[in-house]
């Protein structure tokens, strides 16, 4: 939910109002679905990263709109928490040298965000869950400046009626309580975007979801939570408790969270725009001056702003997007998986692993999902989140099989085949694929890494944790930088 919001409270005529606008909008996006024609003849992808911002002993450093101001790039924004900012990277296609592209723009642009942080005495940090977070870190003060945050987080609790609980269980074990929606602001994620056709818009949904387990298994990046080691990508848990609007009898009765993987494969972005409006109430309800149908009749393009405003608080793990540029109307599948981090290789290795296999299963004759129930794909998902790269899933013709042995001997050359139907340079597939490859015959992510690290630090350097922390922080900051893919960084005491 990017937009800027200016009222702070909200009357039941308010609500009213919005929940036929929301319909009115829903209404017209069926009608443009039959006859309305999309841009889709040369697909774009998009990318955003979520940042951490840390200080000279690698703790959190609460002043995102000071490095906002140092940096001068109107691609950074906040994010949440004050520690927070991200980039929204120019969308571009990944034909021929597209991957090539997107390295050299985001290190280009990180490095002189973290050259100019540094100067103020801050630097810049891609990981799914600061290590070096604590609960005392996320407190009301923490909100970054702009209110929508402070207005979410008031609806969100409203809705709620009381305080978020917090309760994940791993290697250890978290319980606590939180009187604001400020631990979210600890996830920090890697946002990937695909615009797709109508037509084609459920087949690389479904695909996008049948594959989410695999994604977080390779690239799980986020094992400790206020200093204590829970799921190897723990920042999943995390979002689906903070931003629960559900209080424990609705929880019972089945009611749905607002952070969902979903409950079935689709026939098209219809049916998640209309569950949308079926099932959540407005946590925003502002309604803009547009009428849809107006615009609609007349021939112009409508912005369904009211529709777009209420899936922004809906935060499925494959969102659906509808927007408007230049006055053409898109569809795309935004993939909200991967965490933030290790290294921009990374990033992209698993971009590229994503864009490429997601492209072969939806173009598939026989598809993935017809194969397998969606509940099957769920629960991969959240095993892959607990359990990370030594995650075993079950995949259609193998049954349950370790993630990594799924990737080597199925999906990664049909990822290869995928992104050759792109168009992408072969130098460019192979080594992105490379990573991939590595990091599943090596065993090592950003979260292995991580947790090996500080077990190896604390026993051989004998640190209490929150030292530990910032040391393994602060190594992994060095490699960061580096550049150099996570598989190959070594764990030393």
């Not at 890697?190 to 479904?206: G, I, M, R, T």
């Not at 992105?432 to 599943?440: D, T």
Request: with cysteine.
């Amino acid at each position: 939910m990017g937009r800027d919001v200016d009222t702070t409270t909200f009357t039941r005529e308010d609500r009213q109002r919005y929940r036929q606008k929301v319909r009115r909008c829903l209404d017209v996006l069926a009608r443009m679905l039959s006859d309305f024609r999309f841009e889709a003849e040369r697909p774009l992808t998009g990318l955003e990263i979520e940042f951490n911002l840390v200080d000279g002993d690698y703790d959190p450093a609460m002043n995102n709109e000071r490095v906002l101001e140092l940096i001068e790039n109107p691609a950074f924004q906040t994010e949440l928490g004050q520690f927070n900012i991200e980039t929204n990277v120019d969308p571009r296609q990944i034909a021929g040298d597209g991957f090539a592209s997107y390295e050299s723009d985001v290190r280009a642009s990180l490095n002189t965000a973290e050259e100019r942080a540094a100067g103020d005495g801050t630097h810049i940090v891609m990981v799914g869950i600061l290590p070096t977070l604590r609960q005392k870190h996320l407190g009301p003060e923490t909100f970054s400046g702009n209110p929508r945050y402070k207005v979410l987080n008031e609806q969100i609790l409203a809705a709620r009626g009381e305080d978020v609980q917090i309760h994940i269980a791993g290697p250890e074990r978290l319980r606590m309580y939180s009187d604001t929606i400020m631990p979210e602001a600890a996830c920090t994620s890697v946002q990937l975007h695909l615009q797709v056709s109508p037509e084609s818009f459920a087949a690389y949904w479904n695909a996008s979801q049948a594959i989410a387990s695999v994604q977080l298994a390779l690239g799980a990046n986020s094992p400790f939570l206020f200093g204590k080691q829970l799921w190897q990508e723990t920042r999943i848990a995390l979002f689906e408790q903070a931003t629960d609007t559900r209080p424990e009898e609705l929880k019972v009765q089945g009611v749905r969270p607002r952070v969902w993987f979903g409950e079935r494969w689709v026939t098209s972005i219809f049916d998640l725009f209309e569950e949308n409006v079926r099932y959540f109430p407005a946590l925003l309800p502002i309604c803009e001056e547009e009428d849809p149908v107006e615009m609609l009749e007349r021939g112009d393009t409508p912005h369904l702003e009211e529709l777009r405003l209420h899936n922004g608080t809906i935060y499925r793990w494959n969102r659906p997007i509808y927007d408007v540029v230049h006055g053409r109307p898109h569809l795309r599948v935004e993939n909200r998986v991967l965490p933030a981090g290790p290294t921009i290789v990374d990033i992209l290795a698993n971009t590229a692993f994503y864009f490429g296999l997601v492209n072969e299963l939806a173009e598939a004759d026989r598809p993935i999902w017809s194969q397998m129930s969606f509940s099957a794909a769920e629960e991969n998902f959240h095993a892959a989140a607990r359990d990370g790269i030594e995650a075993r899933v079950y995949w259609p013709g193998v049954g349950e099989v370790h993630a990594t042995e799924l990737v080597l001997r199925r999906l990664l050359p049909r990822a290869a085949a995928g992104l050759d139907a792109w168009g992408v340079a072969p130098e460019q597939r192979d080594r992105l694929l490379g990573v991939i490859e590595q990091r599943c015959l090596t065993g090592q992510n950003g979260a292995t890494w991580q947790t090996r690290t500080l077990a190896r630090i604390e026993r051989e350097r004998n640190l209490d944790r929150p030292d530990a922390l910032r040391e393994m922080l602060r190594r992994y900051s060095e490699h960061m930088h580096t550049n150099e893919p996570v598989h190959t960084w070594p764990v030393d005491g």
